[in-house]
């Protein structure tokens, strides 16, 4: 998936020392299974403020899972990994989380086609996938207070250093800033989607606990990718 013309042509030049490979991208989603294990009180905290205090436990239930299941049989491909992360999630995650994070998975499974490594512009598209997965699945749009509000921002940001050229470790550490900017965003929103809309105005003050996880999931890309 390299070589690509046109804007994307500088980006793959600028990763030649910048590519995630399988496994690679399978230390990522160890990575983010360890740093939910160790924010799950966190996340069951902020969804105790707004939710059903079980964000924490979801997740981690499902990503204990996601470990296990690739530990019995390692992935082959990007595209393989995503699909059985994705399908574990949904089968072990209740809630809205279990379907929005499973959802994106398979989509992100989807983008990745058949190729074996994936440079900025790639995982650009993949992440790109991902959040149309969430909107599709949940009908979320900016400023609602979801994990939407910390992806999108992330997402645009490795877009526009995919499109500059910049290295791949560069473009992480810049996509972690702008989902932490829109975790932040969050704890002022009026929440108009899941749970914590049942709360209305009550729901402001507080971080979303979905922005939070997924800004997890680009802290972990940035520390296995780079
Ligand atoms: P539940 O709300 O069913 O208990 P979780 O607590 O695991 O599920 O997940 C809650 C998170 O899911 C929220 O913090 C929010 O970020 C996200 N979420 C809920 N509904 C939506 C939606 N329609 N679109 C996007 N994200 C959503
Ligand atoms: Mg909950």
């Known amino acids: 998936m390299v070589g690509r013309p ?3 042509a500088r980006a793959a030049l600028g990763n030649l020392t910048g590519m995630a490979d399988t496994g690679a991208l399978y230390a990522w989603i160890r990575e983010f299974a360890r740093l939910i294990e160790e924010h799950k009180d966190l996340l069951t ?3 105790s403020a707004i939710g059903d205090a079980d964000h924490g436990s979801n997740l981690h239930r499902g990503m204990t899972a996601v470990v296990a299941a690739l ?4 992935p082959e491909t990007p595209a393989d990994l995503f699909k059985r992360t994705g399908m574990t999630l949904v089968s072990t995650v209740g809630g809205a989380s279990g379907p929005l994070y499973g959802t994106a998975f398979l989509r992100m499974s989807a983008a990745a086609g058949a190729g074996e ?3 900025g512009a790639d995982l650009a598209k993949v992440l790109r996938a991902a959040l149309e997965g969430v909107v599709a699945r949940g009908k979320a749009q900016a ?3 979801t994990m939407y509000d910390a992806l999108a921002p992330a997402v645009l940001s490795l877009e526009e250093s995919a499109a500059a050229g910049q290295p791949l470790a560069e473009a992480l550490d810049a996509a ?4 932490e900017q829109g975790r932040e965003s969050t704890i002022a929103m009026v929440a108009r989607k899941g749970r914590a809309s049942y709360l209305g105005e009550r729901s402001a003050g507080h971080q979303d606990p979905g922005a939070t996880s997924v800004t997890l999931l680009l802290v972990a890309a940035s520390a296995a990718l780079s």
Request: aromatic fraction near 4%; charge should be negative; avoid cysteine.
């Open 6 to 8: 046109g804007a994307y």
């Open 45 to 47: 905290e902020l969804d």
């Open 71 to 74: 530990e019995k049989e390692p």
């Open 117 to 119: 490594t994936l440079d």
């Open 143 to 145: 400023g609602d207070k």
């Open 176 to 179: 972690v800033r702008a989902a």
